[in-house]
């Protein structure tokens, strides 16, 4: 019954050890963590009672900064692409955020859409400058300084993701159990109140709003490097839909559910996708129906009740975040 | 700006107008009567727009009267719209009335990434359009200018008489009014022994009809293919915010405002004409975050 206490430590472990043995997993790994910190960005939002259906714009931002820079400095290196295209995302971020901060639920995620769309359109229509739904390659960018082999440097992306996601777990984590953080979990409960409190709901909220876009714009510039090649697709609705289905999915109680999600979706998608090419979108809205009908705490609600099962203490039931 | 391109922006934006006012209409309705945003409202759009053009192109493919796709149109979009919306709102809003406004969304999401691949599955993703009825109906010329007669006569009439339908509707008869009832006053409503059941079932498929006879009148003249629904859901929300939630009339002047400037952007800068609905929107709302036509609502503690 111990297991279960040490079930995600295991987990991690494997995802860390397992690319060794079986190197095609890797690429799938690193999509897996590229989108699992989308998804953290949009579980931040969630922790404000706000869904986005249009994260992925932060995606294809950073995405196609990265491929823009590689266009114009053949050669850049890594760290330069990812603290770019946090940059470029953060930047996008602040502005949309400004105005969508001002707005809750509906108007908060149909806003996000909409901004979306837009982006997307201009991905596709501008093809002199970023070849139109052909996307733009994205060269492979040194390392470090180190120009790496093509495997060496997969394999070098993939522990680079592991550890960006990490990271980014702490930090989020740390976020939310700050003031900041319970401040926005207040935007949830009672705007009022806090805004009684002194507290500017829509201040916390855009700070959360640019958390989570430079989240989204950091997976985006991997997802870049690591397929080398941006197409408008990154940008699309299916897209920001795939990160709120995850978001709900892994569940937004624990920082964790974020990748536990994406690493379940990816490797599923994997190999289901090509069979079900054609009812693939179908599958994610009754598996998403099923769970906000019958399981609204996701994959880290189902281990938390596992973890009391295996203590033999009741769970304590926490609402969806 | 050149006259003749003047004329025919503004009649391809009326034209546009009133096929979105369609679709923005019930969109807003069942938002004033259910306080839902239908995200598959766009999916209806888009199977209303699939079924009218397979039974427009049957019809011709049997030698059968080509007059009989005008009636086809209606049947098609009478038929998907009450088909989906009963099945909709029955077996999946039913369970999510108590629920949060975020869930509420996603599971109208969630429908709206199933029907769209209920699309990818009975239809394909090759284009669909059927040109039938505009062909029968000819062009007449307005200033000069020929222009076909379905665009810019029948689609507006269309428009003109759903919007004064649902006026006299919703204002001058008991259904109406009861469904007016419940969209001012939920509890009071049904406190004065009004079913709000049977109200959200009568308002969801009213607004799927609409949403599916808008698709139905744009397959003549539009390539109803795959991604539509996402467009159209994503515009008539523009269409709608811009008008404010709920208001009915409102929507015609949003849907007419947002449709000019898209055709004049067509005209004039095209490389923008998706953008210029979005920047209309952003620009009113900036002003009036509740909309144009809208009260602003009392804050609760």
């Known amino acids: 019954m111990r297991l279960v206490r040490y079930l995600p430590a295991v987990l ?310 | 700006m050149d006259p003749i391109l003047l004329v025919l922006a503004t009649l391809d934006g009326i034209a546009y107008a009133a096929l979105v006012f369609l679709v923005a209409v019930g969109l807003t309705l069942i938002f004033g009567v259910m306080r839902i945003l239908n995200v598959a409202h766009g999916a209806f759009y888009a199977i209303g727009g699939y079924a009218a053009a397979s039974l427009v192109l049957s019809i011709s493919d049997a030698d059968f009267s080509p007059w009989l796709s005008f009636p086809a149109l209606l049947v098609a979009a009478m038929g998907v719209g009450a088909a989906l919306g009963l099945v909709i709102e029955r077996f999946l809003l039913r369970h999510i009335y108590a629920k949060e406004e975020v869930l509420q969304l996603l599971v109208t999401f969630a429908a709206f990434m199933i029907l769209e691949d209920v699309q990818r599955l009975v239809w394909g993703v090759q284009p669909y359009s059927a040109t039938d009825p505009v062909r029968l109906l000819g062009t007449v010329d307005v200033m000069g200018i020929p222009y076909n007669a379905y665009q810019i006569i029948l689609l507006p009439v269309i428009a003109v008489m759903v919007l004064l339908g649902l006026r006299w509707f919703l204002r001058r008869t008991l259904s109406g009014k009861v469904i007016t009832a419940v969209t001012e006053d939920r509890e009071t409503a049904i406190a004065m022994g009004i079913d709000a059941r049977k109200v959200f079932t009568v308002t969801f498929v009213i607004g799927a009809v609409l949403a599916a006879l808008g698709g139905a009148l744009a397959s003549p003249t539009t390539a109803i293919q795959l991604g539509l629904g996402a467009e159209m859901i994503v515009l008539s929300f523009a269409v709608v915010a811009t008008a404010g939630l709920g208001q009915v009339e409102g929507a015609a002047l949003a849907a007419l405002l947002i449709g000019l400037g898209r055709s004049f952007a067509v005209y004039l800068v095209p490389e923008l004409d998706v953008l210029v609905p979005y920047m209309i929107m952003v620009l009113v709302l900036l002003f009036r975050p509740q909309g144009l036509f809208a009260v602003a609502e009392k804050r609760r503690i």
Not at chain 1, 16 to 29: E, G, H, R
Not at chain 1, 195 to 222: D, H, K, P
Not at chain 1, 289 to 308: K, P, Q, T
Request: proline share 2%; charged share 10%; with cysteine.
């Open chain 1, 12 to 321: 991690v472990l494997a995802v860390a050890v397992l690319p060794l043995a079986v190197p095609w997993l890797k690429i799938v790994l690193t999509v897996a963590l590229a989108k699992g910190l989308a998804v953290l960005g949009v579980v931040v939002l969630l922790r404000a009672g706000q869904v986005s259906f249009g994260h992925a714009m932060f995606f294809a931002a950073s995405a196609y900064s990265a491929a823009f820079l590689m266009r114009g400095f053949a050669g850049a290196d890594l760290v330069v692409l990812l603290l770019a295209g946090m940059v470029c995302s953060g930047t996008l971020g602040a502005v949309i955020g400004l105005f969508v901060v001002r707005y809750r639920y509906i108007f908060f995620g149909m806003l996000n859409l909409a901004f979306s769309m837009v982006l997307y359109a201009l991905l596709e229509k501008m093809f002199h400058i970023t070849g139109g739904s052909d996307g733009m390659a994205v060269g492979r960018p040194t390392y470090l300084g180190l120009e790496l082999a093509r495997t060496s440097f997969e394999t070098a992306l993939f522990y680079t993701s592991l550890g960006l996601a990490g990271a980014a777990c702490w930090f989020v984590h740390r976020f939310l159990c700050s003031p900041l953080g319970e401040a926005l979990s207040a935007i949830r409960t009672n705007e009022t109140r806090l805004e009684y409190l002194g507290i500017s709901a829509r201040w916390i909220l855009l700070i959360a709003y640019v958390l989570s876009a430079v989240l989204a714009g950091l997976g985006g510039s991997i997802i870049a490097v690591n397929q080398g090649v941006v197409t408008p697709d990154l940008g699309y609705w299916i897209r920001s839909g795939e990160f709120v289905f995850i978001a709900i999915l892994g569940g937004a109680g624990h920082v964790l559910g974020a990748f536990a999600g994406a690493l379940i979706y990816e490797l599923v998608r994997f190999y289901a996708a090509a069979m079900a090419a054609n009812v693939w979108q179908m599958i994610l809205g009754f598996v998403l129906l099923g769970i906000i009908l019958f399981a609204s705490r996701g994959i880290v609600g189902l281990y938390r009740d596992l973890a009391a099962l295996a203590s033999g203490s009741r769970s304590h039931r926490e609402p969806l975040r």
